[in-house]
């Protein structure tokens, strides 16, 4: 079994081509389903932004010791190779998710909506 040093070093070059599978696999499902280049860069602005927003508020408070009193933590915590990844699959996942079933509801309902 791999050790935790191996699997950092093992993760930390793919990082960005995890993240940015992800990004382009929801794109292009948007893409698909609503055909509207202006959702996907909507979509992948601002969940970038939010997936950022949050990494950021982890590090301040585990690793920076930011607020860390509030969540109960009382020493240094260093970020799980893993923590990336799982951060942006379900920051750009979710919202997403929630983006697709509001417009197939709109794109159902179609002109017949009052």
Request: aromatic fraction near 8%; hydrophobic fraction near 60%.
């Given at each position: 079994?791999?050790?935790?040093?191996?699997?950092?070093?093992?993760?930390?070059?793919r990082?960005a081509?995890?993240?940015?599978e992800?990004?382009?696999?929801?794109?292009?499902?948007?893409?698909?389903?609503f055909?509207?280049?202006l959702?996907?860069?909507?979509?992948?602005l601002?969940?970038?932004?939010?997936?950022?927003?949050?990494y950021?508020?982890?590090?301040?408070?585990?690793?920076?010791?930011?607020?860390?009193?509030?969540?109960?933590?009382?020493?240094?915590?260093?970020?799980?190779?893993?923590?990336p990844m799982?951060?942006?699959?379900?920051?750009?996942?979710?919202?997403?998710?929630?983006?697709?079933?509001?417009?197939?509801?709109?794109?159902?309902?179609?002109?017949?909506?009052?």
């Amino acid at each position: 079994m791999a050790s935790p040093l191996q699997f950092d070093q093992l993760i930390s070059p793919r990082i960005a081509v995890i993240i940015a599978e992800v990004v382009i696999l929801a794109s292009l499902l948007i893409m698909t389903e609503f055909r509207g280049l202006l959702l996907v860069l909507k979509a992948v602005l601002l969940n970038r932004l939010s997936s950022g927003a949050a990494y950021g508020v982890l590090i301040a408070v585990f690793q920076w010791g930011r607020s860390r009193a509030l969540v109960g933590v009382h020493e240094k915590v260093l970020m799980e190779a893993h923590v990336p990844m799982v951060l942006v699959a379900a920051a750009f996942g979710l919202p997403t998710d929630y983006d697709i079933f509001l417009l197939s509801c709109v794109k159902e309902l179609g002109p017949h909506a009052q």
